[in-house]
């Protein structure tokens, strides 16, 4: 919704906005200095994704100075460590794997909430990750199994981790192909 409660629209037609358009929402930097959960990755996973992607040597070679920099086997594009989960030309069931890093004071533990994509049942594994100090590095697992298409448009959702205090959410983005 904008500041007049009506549903964000997209220019210059007017239609419907998707997070596509709007993105994720705002950063608050007070809150960033104490994220509770943080979705690492460097450089290496960055290549790795373009790799994955399909970029060329050339692309590669401004980037890195080297020519066939890609490693044989890439992870597939969506299991990028990145907070966002995206899966275009979704054919069956999918699974997307990520892994958290806890930054906080003491013990934890973080339950998973889905809201879930019209046409896709999601279950994530484990549903609570429990953390016992700072710095710890836990990784779950989402499923993805569609029960309609989506008519090659994409449907939204969302997975948020919780632990009473912070809520750290990613938004999911699915293009279902096939069943």
């Given at each position: ?76 594009s969506y299991d990028f ?92 983005a699915l293009n279902v192909?096939?069943?």
């Amino acid at each position: 919704m904008d500041n007049t409660r009506k549903l964000i629209a997209r220019e210059p037609n007017d239609t419907e906005a998707t997070p596509f358009d709007y993105g994720s929402g705002h950063i608050n930097p007070l809150g960033a200095l104490n994220p509770g959960l943080i979705y690492d990755f460097d450089s290496n996973d960055v290549i790795n994704f373009l790799c994955s992607t399909g970029a060329s040597p050339a692309q590669l070679k401004n980037l890195t100075g080297q020519l066939n920099y890609c490693p044989k086997q890439t992870k597939r594009s969506y299991d990028f460590n990145y907070p966002s989960i995206g899966v275009s030309n979704m054919n069956g069931s999918v699974s997307v794997y990520r892994t958290v890093t806890y930054y906080g004071t003491g013990p934890t533990a973080y339950v998973a909430k889905v809201d879930y994509p019209a046409g896709v049942q999601v279950a994530v594994t484990p549903a609570k990750l429990k953390f016992a100090k700072t710095g710890e590095k836990l990784s779950f697992k989402i499923d993805f199994k569609p029960v309609k298409t989506s008519d090659g448009n994409f449907v939204f959702g969302a997975l948020t981790w919780s632990n009473g205090m912070h809520k750290v959410r990613s938004p999911i983005a699915l293009n279902v192909l096939s069943l």
